[in-house]
Each structure stands twice: as C-alpha cells, then as structure tokens.
Antibody
C-alpha cells in the first residue's frame, strides 16, 4: 500500500523558516518525481515545486523561487521543502504528492497535508 | 504561464442529475490535462490524466474529453459522494497550473 506521510508545519513569524518532510513507503521512490502543492485557506490548489527522480531537474513556482528549496533523499525515501523568508501569503496547507512516473507531472498519491501559518 | 479557467464556479444539482464541468486553457496544452476531485479537509484525488485516462478506482459515471484548449469533465448521474470541488491541471510546460475549481453542490 502506498503511504505518503508528512511532518513539519506549524506557526512561524514572517521572515522565519520552516522545513516540511514527507516519508513514503509502498512504492519504489526512485521511480517517481515528487512534488509540493499548497492550498491557502478557502482557496484553490497551487503548485509549488517539483523534483525529478535523481534531483537533476528542479522546478519552482515564481511565488517561492529563491525562498524555498525542494530536496529528496532517495536512500531515506523522503522529500523535503525548506521554506525561508516566509510571508503571510505562504500560509496554506502544503501537500506532498507523487507524480505518475518519472516525467508525468500529475499527482496520484498525496500526503495528508501540513498546515503552515505565517503570522506575528 | 498557462491560465486554466474553470466554469461554472458553482454547479447546483440534485443527485441523479448530469454534471458538465469545463476547463479552458489560455493556450494549447495538447492532451496534457488532468482532473482532480477534492472533498473538504481532504487531499485531492486524481480522476483523469492526459485528458481521458481514468485513474485507478474511478467509477465509469465519470468521463473526460477535450484537446488543445477546451476540456470537459462529465458525471452522468451524480451520486451523493460526488458533491465536491473539481480542479483541472496541466503539465504542458512550467509552471504547472491548476484551474480555480468548480464546486458541485447539492441543490
């Protein structure tokens, strides 16, 4: 059974940092690109970042470029999102999501979500 | 950036009725479009990818079609569990984008 379990999240002040983690099981992690998608309270879905299987290709939304860093540890079957210089508009539920395969960036398995609140 | 516009924003229907949801792209996404269903407090669920490829476990009352810039998700006969928000998403280029969503609510 595929499992995507997230940790991290919480309340942080504007300008602060936070790291989200996502541990997976039940599939060959190295065969799938991985992604972060977020959803502000009461709003729609927003793609944040994607990383290819070997981390050779990394993509970011303009809204987070230069502030967020996606990474993966294939040995630990884990995905990370380091978020720096956080802003109020980064407040959202962040989802870790598996891509369909190495190159098909649609998302078929999702974590439970991690709430990040940026507020003073 | 490709903008995906979903319509209508809200669809008020009764169980058993047919739902037709639209997703229009600001430029061609070829066949690189997916649909998701999201219920309150839950992660999205993939329904279709590359226009009309049904994801695992998706019932046959759901269908999807389209190409280029105009896409449609159809639910032939709404079941109580189908009332949710539906999103489209493209993977034609970077950045990936989602549509704003269509809420299918009980009339």
């Amino acid at each position: 059974e595929v499992q995507v379990v997230q940790s991290g999240g919480g309340l942080v002040k504007p300008g602060g940092s936070l790291r989200l983690s996502c541990a997976v099981s039940g599939f060959h992690f190295t065969s799938y690109a991985m992604n972060w998608v977020r959803q502000a309270p009461g709003k729609g879905l927003e793609w944040v970042s994607s990383v290819s299987t070997g981390s050779s290709y990394i993509y970011y939304a303009d809204s987070v470029k230069g502030r967020f860093t996606i990474s993966r540890d294939n040995a630990k079957k884990s995905l990370y999102l380091q978020m720096n210089t956080l802003r109020a508009e980064d407040t959202a539920v962040y989802y870790c999501a598996r891509a369909l395969d190495t190159v098909t960036y649609f998302f078929d398995d999702w974590g439970q979500g991690s709430l990040v609140t940026v507020s003073s | 950036e490709i903008v995906l516009t979903q319509s209508p924003a809200t669809l008020s229907l009764s169980p058993g009725e047919r739902a037709t949801l639209s997703c229009r792209a600001s430029q061609s996404v070829s066949s690189y479009l997916a649909w998701y269903q999201q219920k309150p407090g839950k992660a999205p669920r993939l329904l279709f990818y590359d226009v009309s490829n049904r994801a695992t476990g998706i019932p046959a009352r759901f269908s999807a079609s389209g190409s280029g810039t105009d896409f449609t998700l159809t639910i032939t006969s709404l079941e109580p569990e189908d009332f949710a928000v539906y999103y489209c998403q493209h993977r034609s280029n970077w950045p990936l984008t989602f549509g704003g969503g269509t809420k299918v609510e009980i009339k």
